[in-house]
């Protein structure tokens, strides 16, 4: 069973670190308590939806598609976004006033997966089901589902991907690998990085795979906000300290698409010859990035997707049954396992790129 390390996420994301990868596998296991589907509500109740800030091109898709798919399920959508800041005060506001709303269903997209147990509290006391979309919520038991495209899943592909890269570019290791992880108040970034290091661990173990500047821990290589700027600085950063004489970058673990279009540009202003970078998103600026030869590959979460089951669950929540899951053990938020609905993500590189976003009106035209 794959590790998720939730209960360590509930004592902070930010102490997490690499040396425990390999001590928690039970983690993301156990028997949770289903969610509550409750006695089903009237068709044209207020719906819920808290998102985070626009701070990718896949967050403010979900928030259109939200607002469109609700409406057209016959539901009245009320779809907020926090603001830009860093602090989590906009959405626990926006949720409490949800709930004075009378929202039947509350979806929710942490700003701080650890700071809404309140909110989701006044939730579940006034009759709410709460579903976490995309980011679980921790250390509450008041949360009744989760849907997401699998995490950990993302990470390990992202982290053969960066082998896959190197290896094809260079076949001789040893390859100088650096790495970077999300925000520290976003329960994914965690999962994302345990993913990837789940792949890259042995080989750093085996000395094939070196991280250059030794920085292995997510408290080291977090972005703060998941600002394009604090990649750029770091990656400036480390530029400067650890490869001046020659000494070769060979790739870096990028877990989204814009800050690895910021690593490519602090790279490119160095004059040094460009990694293997990965990402994550499928951004419109990355996979032209990606057909041009410059970024190496990114993931596709197709957000569509997500929102359309998202919207089916609060569909079958209305009516009084129980909404669609596929995983009942592996998503522990550290008070419960959370019934969760999990769907697979893909991996694109320029090889498979016109497949992948085939059926994309936007990105497919991209690979053509």
Same mark, same amino acid.
């Not at 409406?71 to 626990?92: I, L």
């Given at each position: 069973?794959?590790?998720?390390? !939730? ?7 930010? #102490?997490?670190?690499?040396? $425990?990868?390999? =001590? ?13 589907? *409750? @006695?089903?509500?009237? /068709? ?9 800030? @626009? ?17 057209? #399920? ?40 650890? &700071? ?11 009759? #709410? ?25 993302? $990470? %390990? ?14 076949? @001789? ?21 345990? $993913? ?18 030794? &920085?292995? =821990? ?14 750029? &600085? ?57 057909? #041009?030869?410059?970024?190496? +590959? !990114? ?8 929102? =359309? ?5 609060? @569909? ?7 909404? %669609?899951?596929?995983?009942?053990? +592996?998503?522990?938020? *550290? ?13 694109? !590189?320029? %090889?498979?790129? /016109? ?14």
């Amino acid at each position: 069973m794959r590790t998720l390390l !939730t209960k360590a996420l509930a004592a902070g994301s930010t #102490a997490l670190l690499l040396l $425990g990868l390999g =001590a928690c596998s039970n983690d993301r296991e156990g028997s949770g308590d289903g969610g509550s589907s *409750g @006695k089903g509500f009237d /068709a044209g109740a207020v719906v819920g939806v808290a998102l985070p800030a @626009k701070t990718s091109e896949n967050w403010v898709l979900a928030g259109d598609l939200f607002t469109n798919g609700l409406k057209q #399920a016959g539901f009245k959508p009320d779809v907020q976004y926090a603001g830009a800041s860093t602090t989590v005060a906009d959405q626990q506001g926006q949720i409490s006033a949800m709930v004075t709303k009378g929202a039947k269903v509350i979806v929710i997209g942490a700003t701080d997966a650890a &700071q809404l147990s309140t909110q989701v509290a006044q939730a579940k006391q006034a009759g #709410a089901v709460v579903i976490a979309y995309d980011r679980l919520i921790t250390n509450t038991k008041d949360v009744d589902y989760y849907i997401a495209f699998d995490n950990f899943k993302v $990470g %390990q592909l992202q982290g053969q991907a960066l082998l896959d890269g190197m290896k094809a570019k260079k076949p @001789k290791g040893p390859w100088n690998i650096e790495l970077f992880s999300g925000s520290p108040d976003d329960n994914n970034s965690a999962v994302f990085f345990n $993913g990837a290091m789940s792949v890259l661990k042995p080989m750093i173990d085996k000395g094939e795979v070196k991280v250059g500047s030794g &920085q292995t =821990a997510i408290k080291q290589t977090a972005i703060q906000g998941w600002k394009a700027e604090g990649a750029q &600085q770091r990656m400036d950063s480390l530029l400067t300290s650890t490869y001046g004489k020659g000494k070769a970058l060979d790739g870096v673990l990028s877990p989204n698409d814009t800050l690895a279009r910021a690593i490519l540009t602090s790279v490119k202003g160095a004059g040094k010859p460009t990694p293997i970078v990965t990402g994550q998103d499928s951004e419109v600026e990355s996979v032209k990035s990606i057909m #041009a030869g410059v970024q190496y +590959s !990114t993931i596709n979460k197709d957000t569509r997707k997500l929102v =359309a089951e998202t919207v089916n669950m609060v @569909k079958a929540l209305q009516k009084g049954g129980d909404p %669609q899951i596929n995983d009942t053990k +592996s998503y522990n938020n *550290g008070q419960k396992v959370v019934p969760s609905f999990l769907l697979p993500p893909v991996i694109v !590189t320029k %090889q498979n790129a /016109a497949q992948a976003y085939a059926d994309d009106p936007k990105l497919g035209p991209l690979t053509k």
